[in-house]
């Protein structure tokens, strides 16, 4: 089971925090590490607080946490900016110098049993 949604990225403040404890860090992976879905889309996939994820997209995939919000709508997620995020956007500009950060669409998907990368895991995988 899968639910296809619109993704957009964006800055946070617990991202910014941790980053100045470094991106190695555990507490920085858990602050972005990170998909937030709406309730109803996290119904129909089954998942809540704190279950593993895959976020899919053409470019790639990543397991991360899932976190519920009723910020969001149906149909929508949020991840925030960092190389989990990454993981699934095109590098391509366009020629507009910047890549698609907002409404990529993605399929989630339930990762039971699936670990969340760490940074240097995720940097092995990302270089193939």
Not at 68 to 75: F, I, N, P
Request: some cysteine; proline content about 5%; glycine content about 10%.
């Amino acid at each position: 089971m899968s639910v296809r949604v619109m993704l957009i990225t964006g800055r946070t403040a617990k991202q910014g925090m941790t980053m100045e404890i470094g991106k190695t860090a555990e507490e920085y992976r858990r602050a972005v590490a990170v998909v937030e879905l709406s309730p109803s889309d996290a119904e129909k996939l089954g998942v809540s607080d704190g279950d593993t994820v895959s976020v899919k997209t053409d470019v790639g995939s990543v397991v991360v946490w899932c976190k519920v919000s009723k910020a969001l709508d149906e149909g929508v997620a949020f991840m925030p900016y960092g190389p989990w995020a990454n993981a699934v956007i095109s590098s391509h500009t366009r020629g507009v110098g910047m890549p698609q950060f907002k409404s990529v669409e993605v399929e989630v998907s339930p990762a039971p049993g699936m670990d969340v990368p760490t940074l240097e895991d995720l940097v092995q995988m990302l270089r193939g």
